[in-house]
């Protein structure tokens, strides 16, 4: 199994002072939608793989 996630959300963290001045995020995906992901999200998902947890529910 490979998790991968395209970005994670607490790599803002850093960036919140030039966040805050320019009233944008700046990545290096062009004009690129990003889509971002708490690093629990991705601890979660998987423990519930590795523990043979399958999800009902689909996402949003």
């Known amino acids: 199994m490979v998790l991968r996630s395209g ?3 607490s790599n803002l963290l850093r ?3 030039t966040i ?3 009233g944008r995020i700046f990545l290096p995906a062009d004009d690129a939608r990003v ?6 999200d991705v601890a979660a998902c998987a ?8 999800g009902t ?3 949003t």
């Open 7 to 9: 970005f994670l959300m």
């Open 15 to 17: 960036s919140l002072p």
């Open 20 to 22: 805050g001045q320019a």
């Open 35 to 40: 889509a971002m992901i708490d690093p629990r």
């Open 47 to 54: 423990v519930a793989v590795l523990c043979g947890q399958r």
């Open 57 to 59: 529910e689909r996402p």
